[in-house]
Antibody, heavy 120, light 111 residues
């Protein structure tokens, strides 16, 4: 059973860069044709897809965040990471990492989520 | 692209059936069968309960079923139970731009 676990600072100052890491257990980032994803949920709101990185390294981002987002992976550590620059209070949310299938498009495994608050 | 439209809330008594709609456009829900549904209990991560319109992952109760007609997908929960009280989100793949759209979410209340 694949497990994902987010980690990173819970508090980020405005204008700084939000950095989160997702560690994948019982599954390899470099195999299976999966898309390793970041999704966020603003407090009391719905889900918003941020982007994903394909197992071969290509990245896909939500156009509304494209200029501020970078997703990368470290296969040796079986981790993938999210960087979101120039954050504001509007970026305060629970951030989830998740796995999306290659051919299928659903998110079948999710991390527990981590709350990131943007505040000075 | 805007979020897929779901009713804000749906309620039912134990044992009843309820249906949650998810309305998109011909560019998303209506263009393929990559529609999925997620259940989210308070403070928890979303859980996949339906994929590709009407398929259940292993371990998901057969009380959950999905369907689609034109630009609207639907999730039906039959034999409603107290544990089904949660938020439900639909999702659709899109071939360009925002590659994944989520629905606005529906709060299910078991009376």
């Amino acid at each position: 059973q694949v497990q994902l676990q987010e980690s990173g600072p819970g508090l980020v100052k405005p204008s700084q860069t939000l950095s989160l890491t997702c560690t994948v257990s019982s599954g390899s980032l470099s195999s299976g044709g999966y898309y390793w994803s970041w999704i966020r949920q603003h407090p009391g709101k719905g889900l918003e897809w941020i982007g994903y990185i394909y197992y071969r390294g290509s990245t896909y981002y939500n156009p509304s965040l494209n200029s501020r987002v970078n997703i990368s992976k470290d296969t040796s550590k079986n981790q993938f990471s999210l960087k979101l620059s120039s954050v504001t209070a509007a970026d305060t949310a629970v951030y989830y990492c998740a796995r999306r299938g290659g051919f299928s498009r659903e998110f079948d495994y999710w991390g527990q989520g981590t709350l990131v608050t943007v505040s000075s | 692209q805007s979020a897929l439209t779901q009713p804000a809330s749906v309620s039912g008594s134990p044992g009843q059936s309820i249906t949650i709609s998810c309305t998109g456009t011909s560019s998303d829900v209506g263009s393929h069968d990559f529609v999925s549904w997620y259940q989210q209990h308070p403070g928890k991560a979303p859980k996949l309960i339906i994929y590709e319109v009407n398929n259940r992952p292993s371990g998901v109760s057969n009380r959950f079923s999905g369907s689609k007609s034109d630009n609207t997908a639907s999730l039906t929960i039959s034999g409603l139970q107290a544990e089904d009280e949660a938020d439900y989100y639909c999702s659709s793949y899109i071939t360009s731009g925002v590659l994944t759209l989520f629905g606005t979410g529906t709060k299910v209340t078991v009376l």
